[in-house]
Structure formats: structure tokens, C-alpha cells
């Protein structure tokens, strides 16, 4: 079954970078977008950035500029590098894919931005 598997989630200072890692199984992972969403505390989920099979990539705009996502199909994994980290920027950031109508999550990864 489809399996997604965050981390590299953490406590950091405002101005620094992360990178955070998605580790998929169950499907056939190079022929699938996959997503980074994110949710605060008392927010809605919110989608931050996206890669598609070819490659392409979209972000948020409260994210654009700062962070870049990237896929390697080799190691079934993408990955979402954070620089520039605000405050703002703290949440628990979730991998998603599509498939056949359904969306599946990762477990969710901490991020936290504060001096």
C-alpha cells in the first residue's frame, strides 16, 4: 500500500534552512506529482509546493523564492529545502500524492522557526 514517510523536521532560528525529506513506497513513484502541504496551529492545511512527473515545479507564494522542491525518482523521495526560515514558517509539513482519486499523507514532520 501507498506509504509516505517524512523527516528532517526540526527546531531553528529565524534566517536558517532545512531540509526536509519524503520517502514514498506501494507505487509506481515517477509517475506521480507530489505535494508539500503544511498546517499551523489553528490553520487550515495549506499547499506550498508541488512537483510533477516532468519535473515542474509551483509554490505558494508565501514560500516562493525561499523554498525549492525536488523529486530524485531513483530513491523514490522528495525533498523540500527550506532557506531563509520565518517564524511564520513553523508547522507540521505533510507529503501528499493522488492516486485513482484518493490523496494519501505522510505522518507529518515539525517544523518550528524561533530564537
Known amino acids: 500500500q501507498v506509504q509516505l514517510v517524512e523527516s528532517g523536521g526540526g527546531l531553528i532560528q529565524p534566517g536558517g534552512s532545512l531540509r526536509l525529506s519524503c520517502a514514498a513506497s506501494?507505487?509506481?513513484?515517477?509517475?506521480?506529482?507530489m505535494r508539500w502541504y503544511r498546517q499551523a496551529p489553528g490553520k487550515e492545511r495549506e499547499l506550498v509546493a508541488t512537483?510533477?512527473?516532468?519535473?515542474?515545479?509551483g509554490y505558494s507564494d508565501s514560500v516562493k523564492g525561499r523554498f525549492t522542491i525536488s523529486r530524485d525518482n531513483a530513491k523514490n523521495t522528495v525533498y523540500l529545502q527550506m532557506n531563509s526560515l520565518k517564524p511564520e514558517d513553523t508547522a507540521v509539513y505533510y507529503c501528499?500524492?493522488?492516486?485513482?482519486?484518493?490523496?494519501?499523507w505522510g505522518q507529518g514532520t515539525q517544523v518550528t522557526v524561533s530564537s
Open positions: 512537483i510533477i512527473t516532468g519535473g515542474s515545479t
Open positions: 501528499n500524492c493522488r492516486r485513482g482519486g484518493v490523496d494519501y
Open positions: 506501494g507505487f509506481t513513484f515517477s509517475s506521480v506529482a
